[in-house]
């Protein structure tokens, strides 16, 4: 089946909820096709699967799961380059939160995050780069979270390392895939209005005495959150920016594509609260640190 040169394919990790559920809506919306692609896919909308009554042709499902070996994601990566001969835009999505006093979580915990929220981007990236490479072209997209900026929340320690593990992961790829001219976006919410967010629950496989009030203060603040629903970001309106800056259509048109998308108000204070911050330190020790130079 022929594409016009004005349709780009989307290969979303993590589809079945979230950012990932209203992207696919997003880009089918703008003429667009999707492979979808989630560890269960039980929860994807079948009028998805539909476009009057027929099977829409600009849709296609996977079951994934990013944290299986590289040889099973190499061969669903493969099966996704071959629905339509092509993908132009990865989209990884996939990731949850464990939320966890770190200690508590210890290692089991961390090397749990990181499965998903770290190791699950690099495989499914690596395993669609030589597809990009060869074509020298694509878009990269990485989910990241504003909380690699702001980790001094108990609880999100390990959630907040590995958001910031692929934002570092993000930069070092961009510039090592500037030259085949395929682009990488680090997005960086802060809290919208998912049905996922605070889906999680609590991680805490060995108690610690001494923690009990901190932890009970953190579950009572989860708690009460997610009761009030205070999130203040749309998430379709986020998607559908995603899809014009991708295209370059809409509010983005003239501007330069960014490495770094923060995304909401409350993500955007807290980046610039933390920037002020570091800067404030690198000030307060400047005088002393940079007396370190080696004197020949």
């Known amino acids: ?13 993590g589809a079945n909820s979230g950012f990932g559920l209203r992207l696919v809506s997003s880009a089918l919306s703008r003429g667009d096709r999707v492979i979808a692609s989630a560890r269960s896919l039980d929860k994807i909308p079948k009028e998805f699967s ?24 190499q061969q669903k990566v493969n099966e996704a380059i071959s629905v339509w001969g092509r993908v132009d835009v990865l989209v990884n999505n996939a990731g949850f939160a464990l939320f ?8 089991v915990g961390a090397m749990k995050q990181f499965a998903t929220n770290y190791f699950g981007v690099v495989n499914v990236t690596n395993a669609i780069l030589p597809h990009m490479r060869e074509r020298k072209s694509g878009s990269i997209i990485i989910m990241g979270s504003r909380s690699g900026w702001k980790a001094d929340i108990p ?78 970001g749309d998430p379709r309106k986020a998607m559908d920016l995603l899809v014009d800056i991708v295209r370059g259509e809409g509010r983005v048109v003239g501007k330069e594509w960014p490495l770094i998308l923060v995304l909401g108000e409350d993500a955007d204070k807290d980046v610039r609260a933390s920037c002020r911050r570091i800067e404030g330190l690198l000030d307060e020790w400047k005088e002393v640190t940079w007396d370190t130079r080696l004197v020949e």
């Not at 089946?1 to 990790?13: A, Y």
């Open 50 to 73: 539909k476009l009057n009554g027929q099977q829409n042709p600009h849709f296609h499902l996977i079951q994934l799961d990013v944290t299986e070996c590289e040889e099973t994601i």
């Open 100 to 107: 966890s006093l770190l200690e508590e979580a210890g290692a």
């Open 1 to 13: 089946m022929s594409i016009s040169i004005n349709e780009r394919v989307w290969f979303i990790t």
């Open 155 to 232: 609880h999100v320690g390990h959630y907040a390392a590995s958001k910031a593990a692929v934002h570092a992961y993000g930069e070092t790829l961009a510039v090592e895939l500037a030259s085949f001219s395929i682009r990488v976006l680090i997005v960086e919410p802060g809290l919208f209005r998912t049905e996922g967010i605070h889906a999680s629950g609590h991680y805490s496989p060995n108690p610690i005495a001494d923690y009990d009030s901190l932890r009970g203060q953190v579950l009572h603040r989860t708690e009460t959150l997610g009761k009030r629903r205070t999130e203040i």
